[in-house]
């Protein structure tokens, strides 16, 4: 399944299938950014990240790809499982100013076992 | 590691109660603390960014005599919400970063106050 950023804010999936979830940008000055997933009660947890001189870095499962170009970030989780129900969120940052993020809108992710 | 501890996680009390939040880094030092305040369903709306030994730079719109915020310690910042009212209630949530480069936020695991 794919999530069309932030038109479309919940993203249902079968466990075993990929997600892909999508983040638009704002700021083409931002040069570093970052996937947080938020489960319910809790605060967000770091998932990856990736700078601007890149376009593409795997984690565990995770793959962040950057599109500097359309200021397009993504998130694609592989063989996704019910652990990852969740909301996910991308932020940007740029230098300077304590390295503040701006946050997008989140994506709710749903899992059907 | 970068492990953030928030406490309390939840706290209930009546109006024109004072209540205050603590945020550790247990196992880094964090030059830098954020606070957040974060409404259901919604993002994170950043309050105000702490650094160690400095006043606190609040986000505008937000009333610094309100939300005091104490940053005594590269591993404690607290946020006292002062003589709380029911719409101060929310989820309360903080972070702490070390300041180098590339390096993330880390997030306790916030604070639910309810104002009755």
């Known amino acids: 399944g794919e999530s069309v950023g932030l038109h479309l804010p919940t993203l249902s999936v079968q466990e075993g299938d990929n997600s892909i979830i999508n983040c638009a940008y704002s700021?083409?000055?931002?040069?570093?950014f970052i996937w947080y997933k938020q489960e319910s009660g809790k605060g967000p947890q770091f998932i990856i990240d990736i700078r601007s001189n890149m376009d593409k870095r795997q984690g565990q499962r995770v793959t962040v790809l950057l599109n500097k170009t359309v200021k397009h970030l993504s998130l694609q989780i592989a063989a996704t499982q019910p652990g990852d129900s969740a909301v996910y969120f991308c932020?940007?940052?740029?230098?300077?100013?304590?390295?503040?993020?701006?946050w997008g809108l989140g994506t709710s992710l749903a899992v059907n076992p | 590691g970068a492990v953030v501890s928030q406490h309390p996680s939840r706290v209930i009390c009546k109006s024109g109660t004072s209540v205050k939040i603590e945020c550790r880094s247990l196992?880094?030092?964090?030059?830098?603390m954020f606070w957040y305040r974060q409404f259901p369903k919604q993002s994170l709306m950043l309050m105000a960014t702490?650094?160690?030994?400095?006043?606190?730079?609040?986000e505008q719109g937000v009333e610094k005599d309100k939300f005091l915020i104490n940053h005594a310690s590269l591993t404690l910042s607290t946020l006292t919400v002062t003589s709380a009212h029911p719409e101060d209630s929310s989820f309360y949530i903080c972070s702490a970063r070390v300041n180098q480069e590339n390096q993330p936020q880390h997030f306790g695991d916030g604070t639910r106050l309810s104002i009755l």
């Open positions: 700021n083409s000055a931002s040069d570093y």
């Open positions: 702490s650094n160690e030994g400095s006043k606190a730079t609040y």
């Open positions: 196992d880094f030092q964090a030059t830098t």
């Open positions: 932020a940007e940052s740029r230098d300077g100013n304590n390295r503040k993020l701006i």
